[in-house]
């Protein structure tokens, strides 16, 4: 109780692979990437560190990164009317993300 562990399969994945990788599972086509300017401080890739756990609680992964992104994709297409709802009572105001430091549309 009280503990963080991280969960990841010590693959190191750029941003851009993730947005393909997301783009293929949910079967829309890379044109859809924009390219935008990087924000103060942003992440150029992502490494989970999952010593921790492994170390504490014996974990190792067990589903890869692609089949592990499909079986998500799957399960938010089966279950809408669960995520729908919340998506729809914190809509994204991109004005206040520019204001924050993203990029103005």
Do not use: C, M
Request: glycine content about 8%; cysteine-free; proline content about 7%.
């Amino acid at each position: 109780v009280g503990e963080t562990y991280n969960v990841g399969s010590g693959v190191e994945a750029s941003i851009e692979q993730i947005a393909d990788a997301v783009l293929d599972a949910t079967g829309r086509p890379r044109s859809l990437k924009e390219i935008v300017p990087d924000r103060p401080s942003h992440d150029r890739r992502y490494l989970l560190d999952s010593t921790k756990i492994r170390a504490a609680l014996g974990w190792t992964p067990t589903v890869e990164f692609a089949g592990g992104l499909a079986a998500t994709v799957q399960w938010y297409a089966a279950h809408r009317s669960w995520w729908e709802p919340l998506r729809d009572r914190a809509p994204v105001v991109e004005e206040a993300w520019a204001e924050a430091g993203g990029p103005a549309r």
